[in-house]
């Protein structure tokens, strides 16, 4: 059980450090590309990178040892690739009624929505200390985009931007309730189809491509931080759960972070110090969680009133 918890924990962590450098390359590519073209291009990338290998792997004869999506799974797979659109137009309209910095705090809101809406509809339990260790990590990511006291001030593009995470975290469940299917074909899926809708809401908004030579870079970044980063993540939830693994892939603002401090040569303040702190307090409780069938967990008040649930959420269930 340990050995496969840190298999888990490893993934996780991959995952976060690929999707990590989303960030700080995107934002150079922003010079060259409006931002829902670049969405459905690092989307599209991820599901063509994941044909690629698919398409490899079936070249090589290995047999398939995974088992492919039915029409069983058809409910969720449709809600993860609607929910994977629907999150960054929220987001989008979030930025433009309040400030980067706001919606950058707010965006942080996704780990308590995916740990919350796993708890409260998938009925997938948590311990108390995982709760404690999403509550750092969380408080660390809110320094990390925190600018200044007045980009505090809640307004109606707040709404859009909580209303994304709050998409992102169910979308986190849905694919927690496809784990035992072939996590590469889950990537396609949702690359493909939701890099799709993007490009045509992109397009439909007049967004337009003016630098041709920007598009293989950006199908190139889409593969390595979104597709291969989805990839590990789904095989990191079949081990650990949607909530713990949303607790360690929650180091991706953090290495997001350091990141842009090598490429833009920015200097670390206060706040980063402190987050760091904070980070690693959280990463350390998540780590001390104990395996799945041996904990007792919190069990949702109004379904269970007065009662502790032992575990249920087995990897694969």
Not at 100 to 117: C, D, G, W, Y
Not at 181 to 194: E, T
Not at 199 to 208: A, V
Not at 247 to 273: D, H, K, M, N, Q
Request: proline content about 4%; some cysteine.
């Amino acid at each position: 059980m340990k050995s496969t918890m840190k298999h888990g924990i490893f993934l996780a962590i991959l995952a976060a450090g690929l999707y990590a450098l989303s960030s700080p390359f995107s934002k150079l590519l922003l010079a060259y590309m409006p931002p829902t073209l670049m969405a459905g291009f690092l989307y599209l990338g991820a599901g063509l990178g994941m044909i690629v290998i698919f398409l490899i792997r079936k070249m090589s004869g290995r047999p398939e040892r995974e088992s492919g999506l039915t029409r069983q799974e058809l409910p969720y797979t449709a809600a993860m690739v609607l929910l994977n659109i629907a999150a960054p137009i929220c987001l989008l309209f979030g930025l433009s009624m309040t400030t980067a910095a706001n919606a950058s705090l707010l965006n942080n809101f996704e780990i308590v929505a995916t740990a919350l809406i796993a708890l409260m509809i998938f009925k997938e339990s948590i311990s108390p200390r995982l709760w404690l260790g999403i509550l750092f990590v969380t408080a660390s990511c809110a320094l990390l985009s925190f600018e200044d006291i007045s980009s505090l001030q809640f307004s109606s593009g707040s709404l859009f931007v909580l209303l994304a995470c709050i998409c992102w975290g169910i979308e986190n469940n849905c694919t927690r309730k496809l784990s035992s299917k072939d996590p590469l074909q889950i990537v396609m899926v949702k690359g493909i189809f939701s890099g799709i809708g993007s490009l045509i809401i992109g397009l439909i908004c007049g967004e337009r491509i003016l630098h041709l030579w920007v598009v293989p870079l950006v199908l190139l970044l889409g593969f390595v931080a979104y597709g291969l980063s989805i990839y590990f993540y789904v095989y990191a939830q079949r081990l650990l759960g949607a909530a713990r693994t949303s607790a360690y892939y929650a180091v991706a603002p953090f290495i997001g972070v350091f990141l842009s401090l090598l490429i833009f040569r920015e200097i670390p303040g206060i706040l980063f110090i402190a987050a760091l702190a904070l980070m690693v307090i959280g990463a350390w409780l998540s780590s001390q969680d104990k395996p799945l069938s041996e904990s007792f967990s919190l069990s949702f008040p109004f379904s269970r009133p007065g009662r502790l649930q032992r575990r249920s959420d087995q990897a694969g269930q």
